[in-house]
């Protein structure tokens, strides 16, 4: 055993702790091997290399050493002699290197999960986020993380809202630990297609959504379909992350037992809130309307995009419908949907986006993300300012879109006619059959004939629109909407009490029935009017003789 070298005083005490130490390590022995001896036939004692052996060299060494460092302490004139000092500093060494590894741990279990929820392609967006997701980690074991779902429904800002939430998807991560899990659709935004937002996952419609869309063509097992998204949850929630999610399919396509699934993978562990966005009946359906039935959906990726290039009647393509026909007014089931949210998450908060400038412009983005997100608290995007010119800055900065729900008077419904007066004249047998007509290659020739002559307006056709009693069921739907939701509204504009709410919505119906917003074209009684005569004979039956006579458009409707 190493000498150690003490000043007088300091001796005695170190040899009265020395023989303290044997004395009861020798009295531990002894008393183990006498009450062995008196119940059993006495075993030989473990060899004194042994672990267990308590009067073992090792454990007397440590003994020393420890009352030694003690000294040290006490005594500050105490001094050790080279090997002594040398195995005090080797065991002091290895008890902190144990206890950096213990917490340093957390730290690499962080980054290694971390890693795995990004695309190996793609780089870790910043150190920052790195380290605040190990601190998160931490918290996570006290607090719940926040999980905000935004519901939709479409036609409600929703496009402007995620690319806003897309484009921001590193300032959220490094400033307020929340992790945008999409939609997030690039040309929708402005950009490319091949735009990559660096660590971005795009989870709800190719993970989860897509098994309930009817228009995408795949085998989907929804079972394992969810067994990822929950996979995938839990590796955040393992990270400690913050999540937020946004589809107006999860309304549009979710029942109730989809909802149901949603609320026992989240609630135990989540602090869920619920979204969803309010935008007045009689205004959403015509906006929803234009929206499918767009001509020039194969520029947007959206459903039905091909046969949208196909003649109806001989290729199998996409027949547009009158308005009247492609709705039936019924807000029962929009209502039922959004009762199966409120009956399984307690609450759904519900923001008003007809109490903003606009409607859908303007304040609405800055207003959703102030009233409605108030948890991302330090991201400067995010800030919540009470200064017009500062929201207004926020607007800015995502890019401006083409979205029927900011004008329904917009492209969109003006190219839907032209194709409804193509298609009718396919099948009124007023195109020559001798040569064969792509339906977009008509449609274009009838846009150019409407702007050459400045028809660019709906009351330039002959119209269909619904009928009186069609509209006052129509305007009853509206209201019932309205009041079923005014309860979940986050926030009230001043002046919204029912009464006045009521009034409004009364007031902005009937305006929309005088713009015409509830009316699709006539087909058949625009082609029986000269000027549509005149331009199909001379522009594609050149003999100056019709295949088919006008009158048989009757068959187009």
């Not at 300012?385 to 003006?414: C, F, W, Y």
């Not at 509209?471 to 939701?485: G, H, P, T, V, Y």
Request: aromatic content about 10%.
């Amino acid at each position: 055993m190493a000498t150690l070298h003490l000043r007088k005083g300091s001796k005695e005490r170190f040899d009265l702790l020395s023989k303290e130490s044997t004395e009861s390590t020798s009295s531990s022995m002894t008393i183990s091997t006498t009450r062995s001896s008196t119940t059993t036939t006495r075993r030989p004692l473990p060899p004194r290399s042994s672990p267990r052996s308590r009067s073992s060299p090792h454990s007397i060494a440590w003994v020393a050493l420890t009352v030694s460092a003690a000294l040290l302490v006490l005594s500050p004139g105490l001094t050790l002699s080279n090997n002594s000092r040398s195995l005090l500093e080797q065991q002091q060494s290895k008890k902190k290197k144990k206890n950096s590894t213990l917490r340093t741990a957390p730290q690499s279990v962080a980054s290694v999960v971390h890693k795995k929820l990004l695309n190996p392609s793609q780089a870790i967006v910043s150190n920052a986020a790195n380290a605040a997701a190990t601190t998160a980690a931490t918290i996570r074991r006290t607090t719940k993380p926040t999980m905000l779902i935004h519901i939709g429904p479409p036609k409600t800002g929703t496009t402007t809202l995620q690319c806003h939430l897309g484009l921001h998807f590193a300032k959220m991560v490094e400033e307020d630990n929340f992790y945008y899990l999409g939609t997030w659709y690039a040309p929708l935004c402005g950009l490319p297609l091949e735009h990559q937002i660096p660590g971005f996952q795009n989870v709800p419609r190719p993970m989860l959504l897509d098994c309930y869309a009817p228009h995408v063509q795949k085998e989907c097992n929804q079972d394992e379909q969810w067994s990822q998204f929950g996979a995938l949850i839990q590796q955040h929630y393992d990270m400690g992350h913050n999540l937020i999610l946004s589809d107006e399919m999860f309304h549009h396509h979710f029942q109730l037992e989809d909802v149901q699934r949603l609320k026992s993978l989240l609630s135990k562990k989540w602090k869920v809130k619920i979204m969803y966005t309010y935008r007045h009946f009689y205004s959403s359906v015509p906006s929803m309307y234009h929206q499918l039935n767009d001509p020039y959906a194969t520029e947007k990726g959206m459903a039905n995009a091909v046969e949208k290039t196909l003649w109806p009647s001989t290729d199998g393509g996409y027949r547009i419908r009158s308005f009247r026909e492609s709705n039936s007014f019924d807000i029962q089931s929009d209502m039922l949907r959004f009762s199966y949210w409120v009956q399984e998450f307690g609450s759904v908060q519900v923001f008003n986006m007809e109490s903003t400038k606009g409607g859908g412009g303007g304040g609405y983005l800055a207003s959703f993300l102030c009233t409605m997100m108030p948890e991302l608290k330090t991201s400067s995007s995010f800030y919540c300012h009470e200064n017009d010119i500062a929201m207004a800055a926020v607007e800015e900065s995502t890019p401006t879109l083409d979205d029927s729900s900011r004008n329904d008077n917009g492209s969109a419904k003006k190219f839907l006619h032209y194709d409804m007066m193509a298609v009718a004249a396919k099948d009124a047998g007023l195109l020559d059959s001798h040569t064969y007509l792509q339906r977009t290659e008509v449609r274009d020739a009838i846009q150019q004939f409407c702007e050459d002559n400045g028809w660019n307006d709906i009351s330039n056709f002959a119209l269909d629109c619904l009928s009186q009693q069609e509209m006052e069921s129509f305007l009853q739907a509206s209201l019932e909407q309205a009041k079923m939701m005014q309860e979940y509204f986050v926030v009230s504009a001043p002046g919204k009490e029912w009464p006045l709410l009521e009034q409004e919505i009364k007031t902005g119906f009937w305006k929309h029935a005088e713009r015409k917003q509830f009316c699709s074209i006539d087909t058949v009684a625009s082609l029986q009017e000269e000027r549509w005569q005149t331009f199909f004979r001379t522009r594609y039956h050149n003999d100056g003789g019709g295949e088919g006579d006008v009158t048989s458009a009757e068959t187009a409707s």
